[in-house]
């Protein structure tokens, strides 16, 4: 077996966001540098409204953010909810993100959402936004070509980094799907006797997902700890197993795993945590890989359309649910961030094709574990073996890594803070928005100071454009102006307007 780089792998899977949605913006791989994207609410539709990706995106999410169901991961593909074969056999438009949204939404609201509101879906970090992920991606390896296994949620996706197959599971099934199926961790547990054992360890906050997926799985008391503690301890001690697998905060708060609609920044934190964790033990970080990735893209926009796949064990997606639609697993989901850190790696873009299978594939084929590869998925993907495990006596360890600034955590709201947020829905020009449903999801003190003052702008300007009429000021409305902050006077300027032009789209 050929000499390897690392004798530990770590694995921190977060939650929920597309490539271009954390990195459009960063200037590597391929974002968003040849021109915006655009999406019209009614998918292809010029005649509606357009949207387009801008930079700056939003903290948190409105409602419970956007739909990753296959099926609304269909219409964000290809502009309908039940594609017929020859239609998903084509490289699909990529313009269904706003109409699933506006879908969404409408469920979650119990309103027509508001043209700013949809917009989320399309809004892309500015860099500086997410500084943890942002100095990773320049600092060492980015993968601009890493998709998610599934067009789907969570559960499955989790599910091929585990075991390279969901069993035909394309949605989450309260996460009790009955998998039968052998898993990455039956591989490692095959080696236990053998002259170079191989161990693994799983680390959680409050859910985890080998626990709850894999209850048959041979397991003892290494190798399910909560990640508090043991992380740092394991690595200070350096008793870090073979292979690791983090799994963040869904339910304690903070939530860490920037699932939407929780806030983004808890997760920057994490990273910045497990990285500081190896960095401080420069002999233990020097055997190990940190690999970054993210389950699934959320629902949010991206540009690449995800290319064709091989089914894992011919397994065709459940139909036992009226919800559920057709699915044969021979294409795969939508871009996923994803970084290779060590020092041993120079900066750089890795732009071939990965999905969650070559996490298991490259673990099994590096370490030669026995049993061989679990699916045809983990067997054909492309390894990391070569490139990245395999040590050629040619790498230079590097010094120059950098600092991360974490960004600052989201503050609470107390009760009187909450009971300001909720009664500014009340400023809203449009009666059919005074509605507490729009601060639900809002729970940290500057993401709710910029909602009052931007509805305080708001009522000023439709007070300014109508004179102070309140039934002019509810007919009026903006379709190239996002509400904002601050008092504009192009918005104004707009509204003015509005009242002698026909109206179109939503109103925002």
């Known amino acids: 077996m050929a000499k390897l780089l690392f004798d530990h792998i770590v694995v921190l899977m977060l939650e929920n966001r597309s490539f271009d949605h954390l990195f459009g913006y960063l200037g590597i791989g391929d974002g968003l540098q040849n021109g915006p994207g655009v999406n019209y609410l009614k998918p292809g539709d010029k005649s509606t409204t357009a949207f387009t990706t801008r930079k700056g995106g939003d903290y948190t999410a409105i409602g419970q953010g956007p739909s990753h169901s296959l099926k609304e ?22 313009d269904g993100f706003v109409a699933s949204f506006r879908t969404s ?84 547990n095959a080696t236990a006797k053998s002259a170079t054992p ?8 409050d859910q985890d997902d080998i626990l709850e997926l894999y209850p048959y799985l041979d397991k003892d008391e290494t190798n ?74 959320g ?20 139909m036992d649910e009226t919800f559920l639609v057709p699915f044969d697993f021979e294409r795969i989901g939508l871009r996923v961030p994803a970084i290779l850190v060590s020092p041993w790696f120079e900066p750089g873009v890795d732009s071939t094709v990965y999905s969650h299978a070559t996490i298991p594939g490259s673990v099994i084929d ?70 507490t449903l729009r601060t639900r999801d809002i729970h940290d003190q500057e993401h709710a100071a910029r909602f009052v003052r931007t509805q305080n702008a708001k009522h000023l300007e439709h007070f300014f454009a109508s004179k102070g009429d309140p039934k002019v000021a509810d007919k009026l409305s903006t379709e190239d102006t996002i509400a904002s902050p601050d008092i504009s006077p192009a918005r104004i300027a707009e509204l003015r307007k509005s009242a002698k032009r026909p109206k179109r789209g939503v109103r925002p």
């Open 198 to 205: 191989r161990t693994w360890r799983s680390y959680s906050h």
């Open 224 to 297: 399910h700890v909560l990640f508090e503690n043991n992380f740092v301890s394991d690595v200070s001690g350096d008793k870090l197993a073979t292979y690791s697998f983090i799994t963040p905060a869904f339910i304690k708060a903070p939530v860490n795993s920037m699932h939407a609609p929780a806030d983004v920044r808890p997760a920057e934190k994490l990273v910045a945590d497990v990285y500081g964790a190896l960095r401080a033990r420069p002999d233990v970080w020097k055997k190990t890989l940190l690999i970054i990735v993210f389950d699934e893209h």
């Open 366 to 435: 590096a370490f030669k574990l026995p049993g061989g590869f679990l699916t045809k998925r983990d067997g054909q993907s492309n390894k990391l073996t070569a490139q990245y495990l395999v040590d050629d006596g040619k790498r230079t360890w590097r010094t120059n890594v950098p600092d991360l600034s974490v960004p600052v955590q989201p503050k609470p709201l107390d009760m009187m803070q909450r009971e300001l947020l909720d009664g500014s829905v009340h400023l809203d020009p449009h009666p059919a928005d005074r509605n």
């Open 105 to 188: 939404l409408a469920y979650d609201l119990k309103r027509a959402p508001t043209t700013s509101e949809l917009q989320q879906v399309l809004n892309c970090f500015d860099p500086i936004q997410l500084p943890v992920l942002s100095t990773l991606a320049q600092s060492f390896v980015l993968c601009d070509r890493w998709f998610a296994d599934v067009p789907g949620p969570t559960m499955p996706n989790r599910a091929f980094v585990h075991a390279a197959t969901s069993q035909g599971y394309t949605y989450n099934a309260n996460w009790k799907p009955k998998f039968t199926c052998k898993t990455l961790y039956d591989r490692l």
């Open 73 to 94: 991961v269909n219409m964000q593909l290809f502009g309908v909810t039940k594609p017929t074969a020859d239609v998903a056999a084509k490289p699909p438009a990529l």
């Open 299 to 318: 629902g949010y926009y991206d540009h690449v359309a995800p290319p064709a796949t091989v089914s894992p064990d011919g397994i065709a997606g459940r």
